[in-house]
């Protein structure tokens, strides 16, 4: 964003108050259409996608990972993790009232959840305590709330759907949940361990784009 420029128009049009515009505007660039896209990169620093914001639609990185934050890494308290920088703007905006942001970090990450990726990007903030992910309600989301809390536990699991069943692969044995029931709650509850990271299922930008 030009540093003579008071805000982003597609975000005036949102709704999206000036201040967090401005908490995301070393990262947002604006096109000649008034559309708006950030760069996601790989583990070498190249750029291997964009997100793009438009008032029609938000098209998704399909890969890569993208992280900043507006205090020093080392001053960093708390992680909020989603798959879109379009909706961890809509998060701020809807929690500015709850939250302080002079000491957070945003990662975003992209279609495709890379763990080597993830954790390096994670590396990046040592001393964070608290981590929170804003992604949607779909099954799809809810799985990777539970990707990224064995991630920061410093394991795995993997998942795969049978039926309307979700069986989850953790340390050699299956456990299974309908998925009108999995959640990350239920899902650490079955294995027996402690959950740590909060989750957020507030309406997301991604559903809300089109008028």
């Not at 108050?17 to 620093?45: M, T």
């Not at 903030?125 to 809810?142: D, F, M, Q």
């Amino acid at each position: 964003m030009m540093a003579d420029k008071e805000g982003f128009e597609l975000l005036d049009i949102k709704g999206v108050d000036r201040k967090i515009q401005h908490l995301f505007s070393e990262v947002l660039h604006e096109d000649k259409l008034g559309r708006l896209w950030v760069n996601y990169y790989d583990g070498s620093g190249n750029i291997v996608d964009q997100e793009v914001i438009s008032l029609s639609r938000l098209k998704f990185s399909s890969c890569g990972i993208f992280h900043f934050s507006p205090a020093n890494p080392l001053s960093v308290r708390a992680l909020y993790i989603s798959d879109s920088v379009a909706n961890l703007i809509f998060f701020v905006q809807s929690y500015a009232s709850r939250f302080t942001w002079d000491y957070a970090a945003f990662i975003a990450t992209g279609a495709k959840v890379a763990r080597d990726l993830f954790m390096e990007a994670v590396g990046k903030y040592p001393y964070a305590k608290k981590h929170y992910t804003v992604y949607g309600h779909s099954l799809i989301g809810r799985i990777r709330d539970c990707k990224v809390q064995h991630w920061l536990n410093g394991d795995d699991c993997s998942f795969r759907l049978d039926g309307d069943t979700v069986v989850a692969c953790y340390q050699g044995k299956d456990f299974l949940l309908l998925t009108s029931e999995f959640s990350l709650r239920n899902h650490m509850r079955q294995l027996v361990v402690r959950q740590s990271l909060v989750t957020f299922k507030l309406r997301l930008w991604s559903d809300k784009v089109a008028f």
